[in-house]
């Protein structure tokens, strides 16, 4: 049984964390909507720094509690996104809640691997060189399921075709170890490379953007997701 006094002390622990884990008030300009102006004032370096400084209210449970009817509303008429991140679909990582964002923040673009191609490179032009997003965030994860199975030549249905866009990535991967799904260490290493191999192929396969980051319009960035700790750790 326990005593008062480790009962207090476990009631008042499970208070504090309840507490910190709340979404905050936040103040009005921290609701505020993009707009072209204020996409056209955040730089490339400053888009990237909004999503790391939304990553840490998220990972330290800090996040911005915003009337999302009313951003609804105010976006009706039109959109300013000062980013834009090509995910994966797992459910677990959501790119407006890891980086804290809210309606008509983010563009978001996700699909099995995060991987990028025709379809999702025509996305970002319009996200980018049409409505004026300042960067493109690449986002994997760690024990991502579409890379196991690329990593394991897993067979299903359409699911085949899908999976074939991730396996050049597990073929560039060096890593000690089997070479099977089993690996949680080549998992990683394969997740890690599909994402580089992502981001540089945006400015190989597209013009459009290679000239927005020669102008220095546009940063593209990658990153990786911890389904654990909820901390997002940015590649070079």
């Known amino acids: ?11 008042s622990a499970a208070l504090w964390s309840s507490f910190a884990a709340t979404p905050v008030s936040a ?9 072209k102006d204020s996409q056209r004032a955040t730089s490339p370096t400053e888009a990237v720094a909004r999503l790391k400084a939304g990553n840490e209210r998220f990972v330290g449970g800090h996040t ?18 000062f980013a834009t991140v090509v ?23 996700r699909v099995a691997g995060n991987f990028v191609n025709t379809d999702i490179i025509g996305s970002l032009e319009f996200a980018t060189k ?24 897993a067979q299903l249905g ?17 890593a ?4 099977t799904s089993k690996n949680s260490a080549f998992v990683q290493a394969v ?7 992502a981001a540089a192929m945006l400015t190989a396969k597209s013009p459009v953007m290679k000239q927005l980051v020669e102008a220095g319009d546009l940063q593209i960035v990658g990153a990786m997701h911890d389904l654990a700790t909820g901390k997002v750790s940015w590649l070079t």
């Open 27 to 35: 103040e009005p300009a921290a609701c505020a909507v993009m707009t």
């Open 87 to 109: 995910g994966c679909i797992d459910s677990r990582v959501p790119p407006e809640l890891v980086f804290d964002q809210r309606i008509g923040d983010i563009f978001c673009a």
């Open 158 to 174: 359409s699911l085949t075709a899908t999976l074939a866009n991730i396996e050049p990535a597990v073929e560039a991967t060096k």
């Open 191 to 197: 997740a890690e490379t599909n994402v580089r191999m």
């Open 130 to 153: 049409l409505s004026g997003s300042r960067t493109v965030v690449v986002l994997g994860h760690n024990e991502c399921g579409a890379v196991k199975g690329a990593i394991d030549h």
């Open 176 to 179: 000690s170890g089997e070479r």
């Open 1 to 11: 049984m326990l005593s008062r006094r480790a009962f207090c002390g476990c009631a």
């Open 64 to 81: 911005v509690n915003c009337d999302l009817l009313r951003q609804a509303k105010e976006t009706v008429k039109s959109q300013a996104p």
